[in-house]
């Protein structure tokens, strides 16, 4: 991790790795960049790697990575007590994951009390250089009471 992109927050990463075990597997760590904007980093991994002749990450963790990165950005930007439900996803990959840490960014477009519609950026070495863009449209969790 570029210590110049990314500020780890170990609270915020343990809590993520308790919520979502998958989080854990592939070693997902969230913290802050330079303006304290939320940001995600998938750390390069050899078994992360799909296509060893490029080499390249393998698309199902792309997509995976990006998929939890939406649901905690959501259920820490909202206070939800539990994960909203995918509802329907998309992924876009625009170019080869190459054999380097990984950087997303979520944005939500749209909170309401019953659907939320959150989209997802991954990069490697510059976020103008978006590898990976992912969409979801997720149903919020029931409120008690």
């Not at 998958?22 to 904007?37: E, M, R």
């Not at 799909?50 to 963790?61: D, E, M, R, S, V």
């Not at 009390?113 to 976020?127: A, D, E, G, L």
């Amino acid at each position: 991790m570029n210590p110049n992109i990314f500020q780890l927050d170990t609270q915020l990463t343990g809590k993520a790795h308790q919520l979502m075990p998958y989080s854990a597997a592939i070693n997902l760590k969230i913290g802050t960049d330079s303006q304290n904007n939320r940001l995600y980093c998938l750390p390069f991994a050899q078994q992360n790697i799909g296509n060893i002749f490029l080499p390249a990450l393998h698309g199902g963790l792309i997509g995976g990575f990006l998929q939890s990165c939406i649901n905690l950005y959501l259920l820490e930007q909202q206070n939800l007590s539990e994960p909203a439900q995918i509802i329907d996803y998309t992924t876009d990959y625009l170019l080869s994951g190459k054999a380097l840490d990984s950087y997303a960014q979520c944005q939500i477009l749209h909170a309401g009390k019953r659907i939320s519609h959150v989209t997802v950026t991954m990069w490697q070495n510059q976020p103008d250089k978006p590898i990976a863009f992912a969409r979801a449209h997720l149903q919020m969790p029931a409120i008690a009471g």
